[in-house]
């Protein structure tokens, strides 16, 4: 599988292990890991680096494992989960970054090069959400409006 917008073609991934059920070394409960998640995305944190912070910090090497549910599912029963999909929300975060520094250096061609293309993976992933229901059926990326989404 290629990349949309580069020459790759790598499929390097991690492997998830074959047993679904939690490893005998994970001494946490699902009650523990659920507290754990809604402490977190209440200080801010972003569903992936919930799942980091899980794992580095507190030794839980899948949520899904020790929970039988993802992060996020255990957001959004408990009402956390973020407004817009994260993958989106980085990719805008991404394009004001861009459309600052644009501001700064005029001159600067290929970074305006690849804010057409940052915005053009929005517009394709936006479709996408509003397709399966996951952002709402007017939302519509314009970048005047990109940095109050972000902030």
Same mark, same amino acid.
């Given at each position: 599988m290629g990349r949309m917008h580069s020459k790759g073609k790598g499929m390097s991934k991690s492997a998830l292990p074959y047993k679904k059920s939690s490893p005998s070394w994970v001494k946490a409960t699902a009650h523990e890991?659920?507290?754990?998640?809604i402490k977190l995305a209440r200080k801010g944190h972003a569903p992936s680096q919930i799942g980091v912070i899980l794992r580095d910090s507190h030794g839980i090497p899948q949520v899904n494992s020790v929970t039988s549910s993802k992060v996020l599912r +255990?957001?959004?029963?408990?009402?956390?989960?973020?407004? +817009?999909?994260?993958?989106?929300y980085f990719l805008i975060k991404k394009a004001v970054n861009v459309r600052k520094h644009m501001e700064r250096n005029r001159k600067d061609k290929d970074s305006k090069?690849?804010?057409?293309? +940052?915005?053009?993976? +929005?517009?394709?992933?936006?479709?996408?959400?509003? &397709? &399966?229901?996951?952002?709402?059926?007017?939302?519509?990326?314009?970048?005047? &409006?990109?940095?109050t989404l972000v902030a």
């Open positions: 890991v659920t507290e754990n998640i +255990i957001l959004k029963a408990h009402g956390l989960a973020p407004e +817009i999909p994260e993958d989106l090069f690849r804010l057409i293309l +940052i915005e053009s993976r +929005i517009h394709r992933l936006a479709r996408y959400y509003k &397709t &399966t229901k996951k952002v709402a059926p007017n939302f519509k990326y314009e970048s005047a &409006t990109a940095s």
